[in-house]
């Protein structure tokens, strides 16, 4: 098993990343990295190095359900999930999921801003972009559904 | 239409003005969608079992939940060098003193200043009451913290790395060579995937799944990535996907990385069944397929003679 340092260095970008995944914030992703790294340190002989990051990520992941749980007893969220959209999609939600010209992130900004009303700043937290990387895709996305949807275009 | 906190720029404002009426109608639509970070946390399978089981389905059927997903996954949220001293120096301050507790756990507080007010109550009721004397009140610590080891199946199946190739309806596809999006959107996961930063190839891979749902790379490597960061459910729905592409150049490792991550899953039979039929086959997967069921079976006969 290598020094204990140079394991983080290796791997804590990675645990990071997926902790910000799975909990939405930086500052709940930077305890649960801080955890995952804490159980290595104190597990450090009994360890497989060849398990890493595998084995972090499932530390990560077992205090982010934990975590979730928690939230869960608090909020509807099954409610929530058994209650998809009922009508059939509009002609717009189509075009925002299938135009090929839109890239994932591009949607995502979009949807964030328009239909779930979120801020600039708001949505870079979100995306880990920055708010003028925000503000660049917006400007895109809303120029190709102008072109698509607005009073100039051929319907 | 309502406009967000920070309010609209002047282009927005003037597109509101043509799509109001269709983006009012999206709105209403999606007023009762679950949270953002439900489904993210759902698509790394990261949510209590009976969450999970719900949530995966939405991101199953409802292609609006997929696609919001997938733009959140394309972030590469990161610590520069500053943060990532000053978590270290934290980690080694708590593990000098031998504390199981990450200092910043903020969403452990409620918990912890709740289990406080307890204790005091606990300790003013025993201390005040006649008889018997009041036992010894040990200190209130949060959970422990540290997750056991992952219990190892009786034979755990190796986990090695494939080596990286293109299909040729990949390489063909819609004309090839410089106009080929589908193979310059598949440079940079199967970049992260050669560079064994997995986690990054995993949401790369899983944000083109919807873009190129013929692409046998896209989950092929995808899967073999969730393997890779100790996620087989999420492996086993890529892999599968894979399967029925059936592109011949993958099949076999298809079905060897599929065994895998069904071992892992808790479902070693149908593992085994992979491997038979693996073995019986021509493909450079059979000799290994054929020594892992010899290991597998005399760690079953060892597990028995116990």
């Known amino acids: 098993m290598g020094n204990f340092e140079d394991l983080y260095r290796r791997h804590v970008q990675a645990v990071f990343r997926f902790a910000c995944h799975v909990t939405g914030d930086r500052e709940t992703a930077e305890d649960l990295t801080s955890e995952a790294f804490l159980a290595l340190h104190q597990n450090l002989g009994s360890i497989d190095e060849a398990l890493l990051p595998g084995w972090l990520l499932t530390v990560v992941r077992n205090r982010a359900r934990d975590l979730w749980r928690r939230r869960a007893v608090e909020q509807r969220y099954v409610e929530q999930l058994d209650d998809p959209p009922a009508a059939q999609p509009a002609a717009m939600e189509t075009w925002l999921l299938e135009c090929p010209d839109l890239k994932p992130v591009h949607r995502t900004c979009v949807m964030l801003r328009y239909v779930y009303g979120m801020t600039r700043t708001e949505i870079a937290k979100q995306t880990g972009l920055s708010e003028t990387q925000v503000k660049g895709h917006l400007q895109y996305g809303l120029k190709l559904l102008r072109q698509a949807y607005g009073k100039s275009s051929k319907r | ?306």
Not at chain 2, 181 to 208: C, E, I, T
């Open chain 2, 1 to 306: 239409m309502k406009a967000p906190d920070d309010g609209w720029d002047r282009e927005e404002r003037e597109a509101i003005e043509e799509l109001q009426d269709e983006l009012e109608a999206l709105q209403a639509r999606h007023q009762h969608d679950p949270g953002i970070d439900l489904l993210r946390a759902a698509r790394h399978d990261a949510l209590p079992p009976d969450l999970q089981e719900v949530a995966q389905d939405r991101l199953l059927n409802d292609p609006w939940s997929r696609t919001l997903v997938d733009g959140l996954e394309a972030a590469e949220p990161s610590l520069d060098a500053a943060d990532q001293d000053r978590l270290l120096a934290r980690l080694q301050r708590h593990a000098r003193r031998g504390d199981p507790v990450a200092t910043g756990r903020t969403w452990l507080r409620p918990m912890l200043a709740t289990a406080a007010v307890v204790a005091v109550a606990a300790l003013a009721w025993m201390a005040f009451r006649p008889s018997p004397p009041a036992p010894q009140v040990s200190s209130v610590r949060p959970e422990p913290t540290i997750a056991a080891t992952p219990e190892p199946p009786v034979f755990r199946l190796p986990l090695d790395k494939p080596d990286v190739t293109v299909s040729l309806s990949s390489l063909t596809w819609r004309g090839g060579g410089a106009d080929n999006p589908l193979l310059a959107d598949l440079k940079a996961p199967l970049d992260a995937f050669r560079s064994g930063d997995y986690a990054s190839a995993d949401r790369a891979f899983a944000a083109l799944e919807s873009r190129y749902p013929d692409a046998v790379e896209v989950f092929f490597y995808g899967g073999v990535s969730r393997l890779f960061v100790d996620d087989p459910r999420r492996a086993i729905a890529a892999l599968t996907r894979a399967t029925v592409l059936a592109d011949p150049t993958f099949a076999p490792r298809t079905t060897w990385y599929l065994a895998i991550a069904e071992q892992r899953s808790g479902n070693p039979a149908q593992a085994r069944r992979r491997l038979d039929e693996l073995c019986r086959g021509t493909s450079d997967r059979a000799a290994p397929a054929c020594a892992a069921i010899k290991q597998i079976d005399a760690a079953a006969a060892a597990s028995h003679a116990r």
